[in-house]
């Protein structure tokens, strides 16, 4: 089934990442746009904002950032109220994103917004944001009718070459190319999995990177569709757009190609796949395969909120 993106759109943005690529999505589609996050620097003036204090403690931990979350909890869904379709970017490779995508995107479900979450995993090397990132990325797919997950850690994999810098300017830059498409194409209520490459002349080099991103994610039996932008397509030869295609089709059983036009400095494959099954994010949290019903205490996230009991706190 496809998702239907309906105007008033509200982008939210989380955290110093989140809110850089929220206010650039916003300007892509026209919208309106929130940023919240805990620290302060990430929020700009032209935008509004939610500020979650997590009073005197200055480097918070996840839980104490979430808990903090549901305190202003009435503010975030006053400003969701009166949208139809929120698009919310979090990168849950950081702290505040990780933090607050659950929140957020329950928030969402409950006031039956639709809602599409990008979300940002983090390299295999961030070992203390792994198992967050998993857990945090379960809960949004649960709350989300459409998830879009852009793991750096695969991006790198297959380009080890590539600073830190110029993955993340790939990864945003991937992500804005699909926020521009939800317009114009058809986006499937699934979770997605974003790949793509380094701007490459050889448009076949661009699909065996995004491929090879892809398969780093999911194993090749549960992709079951993909979408193929052929972003600077107006330079490429319609001969080499076509091979392209058909290499794909014979590689996932349904394929559709978008070609973008818009771009002209810029050539390469940017892939969006639908998942059916497990992922490579499934296993970030050990405990991750038993299922929700299993599970006593899922109806909400761990976080820490100050009971003013006499208790020690745990975390
Ligand atoms: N895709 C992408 N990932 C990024 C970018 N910048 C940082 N990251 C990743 O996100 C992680 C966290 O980066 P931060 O700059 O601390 O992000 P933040 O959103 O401000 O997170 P906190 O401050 O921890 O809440 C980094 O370690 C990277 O893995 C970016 O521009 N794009
Ligand atoms: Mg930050």
Known sequence: MSFQV?????????GGVGSKLAKEAK???????????????DFSSDNSSIHISTGSVINPSIPLIRGSTYKVADEIKSKISGHSTVILMSNLA?????????????????????LVSFAVMPFKYEKDRIFNSGISLKRVRENSECTVV????????SNP???????????????????????????SNETHVLSTSKNSENMEDS?????????DNAPPNSVKRSMLYVV??????????NSITNITSGIVSQSNSQIDMSSSEES?????????????????????????????????????????????QLE
């Open 27 to 41: 300007n892509v589609l026209d919208a309106d746009c929130l940023t919240i996050s805990n620290d302060k620097k």
């Open 268 to 312: 390469k494959v940017v892939m969006l796949s639908s998942i059916q099954g497990m992922t490579k994010f499934d296993n970030y949290d050990p405990l991750g395969m038993i299922p929700q019903e299993d599970t006593l205490d899922w109806s909400t996230p761990e976080c820490s909120i100050d009971s003013e009991l006499d208790f020690y």
């Open 6 to 14: 309906k105007e008033p759109i509200l982008v939210i943005g989380l």
């Open 232 to 241: 600077g397509g107006s330079d490429i030869p319609v001969g080499v757009i």
């Open 94 to 114: 950081g702290k505040a994103g990780s933090a607050m995508a659950p929140v957020i995107s329950e928030m969402c479900k409950e006031a039956e917004t639709g």
């Open 161 to 187: 070459d590539l600073s830190p810098k110029a993955c993340y300017e790939i990864a945003n830059s991937a992500m804005m190319h699909v926020v521009k498409s939800l317009g114009s194409s058809e986006i």
């Open 150 to 157: 852009l793991d750096n850690d695969a991006l790198l994999e």
């Open 207 to 215: 699909l065996r990177d995004s491929l090879k991103m892809l398969y």
